[in-house]
Every structure is written in C-alpha cells, then in structure tokens.
C-alpha cells in the first residue's frame, strides 16, 4: 500500500528585513569618488602589464558596480595556462553596505569566500579611505612571486 502524502497548504511569506536605501545624489557622489579612486589609486597600484612567462593569475582591471543600495569593488584576472578553464575571471574584494544614517558598513572578502565585516560603520569617505590605503587586498599581488618556468 502506498504512503499518503502530507497535504500542502499556502501561507504568507513574511516579508524579511529592508535595507537602508541611498538618495540618488549621495549614490552619484559616491559612485564618482569611488571611480576617481579606482583610476587614480587601485589600477596604477595592482594593475600592472603581463609578465614576460605568465604561469600564474594576473590582474588586469579593477572595476566597481552599484548592486542595488551595495558598492562592490572587484577585479578581473587573466588565466593564461594552458589548463585555464577560461581566459579570465572576476573576483570582488570589498563592499560598502549602507547601514543608515549616511554610514556605511566595509567589508572584504576573505581567503573562504566569506565576507568579514569592519566594525563600526564609518561614513563613505572614510571607507573610501581605508580601501584607498590597502586595508585588505593582501590576496591582491602586483608581481607575479616565485613564477618558475
């Protein structure tokens, strides 16, 4: 004899926790501070021309990109071994979440692919700061170390 199924039944879903939005001025202000930063800091810093003998991951553009209310910072890797399941990944290692009251919460990625918050919240410049002075891209090499060919 077969088993009876337990009877599905609808219910609400209840709605879940909304994030803080950002005016569209403070976002555009942000967003252009946030390019000037990665023009004039990050690519001179970490993107450098490909090595002679690559045989190891390289940067080749770091970018952010608004997902909704949150800024992303991330770059794009080069794969040139002849085993590379593509020719290029991407790969974010920070975030700027707003936590309200014009206060933004930095994150970075770490080496498990979890994001680590830095507490407090600070203001978005000072975010832009700390990404600006190198808190956090230890995983981010601008030399291509111990290549052996």
Partial sequence: MAKKRPQKTWMLSSPGKSKPTIPATRKAD????AQKLVEDVL???YVQPPPKKPCFNYITDIWMKWIGS????GA???CPG???ISPSFESRFARMEPAGAGLFVLSFMRHN??????PPPQTGDECLDAVANGWAPKGMRSAVIGCAV
Avoid: E, M, Q, V
């Fill in 43 to 45: 690519r001179p810093r």
């Fill in 30 to 33: 942000l967003a252009s501070k």
């Fill in 113 to 118: 692919d979890k994001w680590f918050r830095l």
């Fill in 82 to 84: 002849p085993n590379a």
């Fill in 70 to 73: 949150t800024l992303y910072f």
């Fill in 76 to 78: 794009t890797y080069a």
